[in-house]
């Protein structure tokens, strides 16, 4: 017997629901799934899952504890949690998790409106299970009552309008979960301004110890690793706070501590960018210009003009 392969891929919603051991699904391209209503014993455990199309779950209650960055949290009102395709998920062990709400579309129930086109916009799809939104009381109310529209209109008769109807509702949804999440980074100022200062922190040891000569500059991948957020989360939560994604961020912390050497030492324009990690002092010049409207050899000149 050829041993299971570590990835369980499931590539339609219909495969899925015969897995759950659920009736087909009433379109072949959406379902809503009522955990309740599916035996725990058919989850695949202890098998990483993929899946081809998008998953958006709503748990009406979280009870305990929610790993959030490097915290855990309480949270008492429920939440969302989006899944793109081909994202791969390690199903938890605790069968509570599996409580809630799941819907699920396949890519082609979007392909030929605006959605489809515009889906890639939400960043949460991209975001880890632990940077789940967290709703309040009438926050929750509001997307119950979509993810009722949607189940009404899935077991309404199938007819023109109907995959009209429930992708403009499947936006709404999008679009709400948006603001959700805008009103989530402000509310959790302390958290948010916690993981700013880390930030902050990461990014002076990086250079202040001379990584940079060592490793090249601090991408993305390493500084969201290093804080233990996704990507998009970290560059979304940066931008409602300061205006700029993560990419920018630390092009700003570099062009600080390049002013930093380019008013404070004698090294020279070329020395100070391979400190900082660039591979060629040309592209560090072409950086630093674009960033305050003058070279590195004018900003040097006019800061020990100005002494």
Do not use: C, W
């Not at 392969?5 to 009522?34: G, K, N, T």
């Not at 309740?36 to 989850?43: D, I, R």
């Not at 929610?66 to 081909?86: M, R, V």
């Not at 500059?217 to 205006?243: A, C, H, N, W």
């Amino acid at each position: 017997m050829q041993p299971q392969p570590d990835i369980h891929h499931i590539q339609s919603i219909s495969q899925l629901m015969r897995l759950l051991e659920l009736p087909a699904p009433l379109h072949p391209l959406i379902a809503l799934v009522d955990y309740s209503n599916v035996p725990m014993e058919t989850f695949p455990k202890g098998r990483k899952i993929s899946l081809d199309f998008y998953k958006i779950s709503f748990k009406h209650t979280f009870k305990g504890q929610i790993k959030y960055g490097q915290g855990f949290y309480d949270f008492e009102e429920g939440g969302l949690a989006f899944l793109k395709p081909k994202q791969i998920v390690y199903p938890p062990e605790d069968i509570a998790s599996y409580e809630g709400i799941a819907l699920y579309f396949h890519p082609d129930f979007i392909r030929n409106y605006a959605l489809g086109k515009t889906i890639s916009q939400y960043g949460f799809f991209s975001y880890d299970v632990s940077e789940a939104l967290f709703l309040s009381a009438k926050e929750k109310e509001i997307i119950a009552g979509l993810f009722a529209f949607i189940a009404n209109e899935l077991h309404t008769n199938i007819d023109h309008f109907s995959q009209d109807v429930l992708v403009s509702q499947l936006e709404l949804l999008l679009n709400y979960s948006n603001r959700f999440y805008n009103r989530q980074f402000i509310t959790r100022k302390a958290v948010n301004h916690d993981i700013i200062t880390s930030l902050d922190q990461l990014l002076n040891t990086y250079f202040d110890e001379g990584k940079g000569l060592e490793s090249g500059l601090p991408s993305v991948k390493y500084i969201s690793s290093e804080l233990k957020l996704s990507q998009r989360y970290l560059s979304d939560m940066l931008r409602s706070f300061t205006g700029f994604n993560t990419q920018q961020y630390i092009q700003n912390v570099i062009i600080e501590k390049a002013k930093e050497k380019l008013s404070s030492t004698n090294l020279s324009v070329s020395e100070i960018a391979y400190g900082l990690g660039f591979e060629h002092s040309q592209s560090f010049s072409k950086l630093f210009k674009a960033k305050t409207s003058v070279s590195p050899l004018e900003f040097r000149q006019s800061f020990n003009e100005g002494l």
